[in-house]
């Protein structure tokens, strides 16, 4: 009997062939009864579509139907996949369909499907616009395929302007340490926002500026030269000639590059992007305790960019200066180094 044959053997009498032909017609008749029972089982709805998978997995597994009706199949399983949010699973059985029938409209458009909602947008493109190949009418396929083509362009230019970002950003830091200037970890952005340095078209560096006004924790930023006078200077005490500029020294560490560029990228679209910095590198934390830190007077008729310069600067992401009065009381506390950043 054919049931004894050994695995490879060919039938050598009418009989073995005869069982072998029989058992075959077995094997088709019982997967098209396990695919019809899954169709039935996916128009029941959702509580049997595990019975579906089923079904039509022992009809796959029969062996016994041509390529082109088991792509059907497969494409069946893909869809009831697709439905319960499966879409690695929808997309495994799609590309298993087209394998075997390269014309299956309804795998490919299963396949697009699935690409698009794991955001395999190239994918989802090539599998829509195969399925268009074989039926440019198919109205299903012309709505994906607009749809994955407004995604695609949206993609592209996110990645572009993340790609845009990244270069600025790493442009601005190489202008940054050629110029030798020290950055520190951002202090005061509930003041500053993301405000950072700009490299303009022609490579010069322009810095935004707060000066902190120590008296009274009041605060301003350059962006004006030609400011009102100061709303809570009731005396008068702050005026240009009464008034001196100071920055803090050693009250933190230069950051480490990638940390640099990583506040650099902060609020623009390369923010997560790779080679934004790594995530461990290390930076030490300020301490503004009382005598932990030194003020050092700024010569006014030095520019900006040597003031930045000077060895004990380390600019806390933007200059901070701070400006205090000869006229008021509080010269002589912040002089005698009594006074300290608030914790």
Not at 22 to 44: H, P
Not at 151 to 167: D, G, N
Request: aromatic share 8%; hydrophobic share 35%; charged share 25%.
């Amino acid at each position: 009997m054919a049931l004894w044959m050994e695995a490879g053997s060919e039938p050598t009498t009418e009989s073995e062939i005869a069982d072998l032909q029989a058992i075959a017609a077995l094997k088709e008749s019982a997967a098209l009864e396990f695919k019809e029972k899954g169709n039935q089982y996916v128009k029941m709805g959702k509580k049997h579509y595990s019975d579906a998978i089923d079904c039509y997995t022992r009809a796959i597994n029969q062996k016994a139907l041509s390529d082109s009706e088991t792509s059907v199949i497969y494409s069946n399983r893909a869809h009831v996949n697709l439905l319960l949010g499966n879409y690695r699973r929808t997309l495994e059985d799609a590309e298993e369909a087209i394998k075997l029938s390269p014309t299956n409209v309804k795998a490919l458009y299963r396949a697009a499907k699935a690409s698009l909602s794991l955001n395999l947008l190239p994918e989802a493109k090539s599998y829509c616009e195969k399925g268009l190949n074989q039926d440019p009418d198919n109205d299903d396929l012309k709505k994906l395929n607009v749809k994955i083509t407004a995604l695609k362009l949206e993609q592209e230019k996110h990645q572009a302007q993340v790609s845009k970002a990244l270069t600025e950003a790493k442009e601005l830091l190489s202008a940054i340490q050629d110029r030798g200037f020290k950055i520190g970890k951002p202090m005061f952005q509930e003041l500053t926002g993301l405000r950072k340095p700009v490299l303009d078209k022609n490579k010069i560096l322009h810095w935004p500026v707060l000066l902190l006004y120590a008296e009274v924790m009041s605060s301003d930023f350059i962006e004006d030269f030609c400011s009102p006078p100061l709303p809570w200077d009731a005396e008068n005490n702050y005026t240009r000639d009464a008034v001196e500029l100071y920055y803090e020294a050693g009250s933190t560490v230069h950051l480490s590059q990638a940390n640099i560029l990583r506040y650099l990228l902060e609020g623009t679209p390369g923010a997560n992007a790779e080679g934004a910095g790594e995530e461990n590198d290390t930076a030490e934390s300020f301490d503004h305790g009382k005598g932990s830190s030194k003020w050092v007077k700024v010569n006014e008729r030095r520019t900006l960019h040597d003031v930045l310069k000077e060895p004990n600067f380390i600019i806390p992401a933007i200059p901070v200066f701070y400006v205090v009065s000869k006229r008021s009381s509080f010269y002589k506390e912040f002089k005698a180094g009594k006074w300290a950043l608030p914790s």
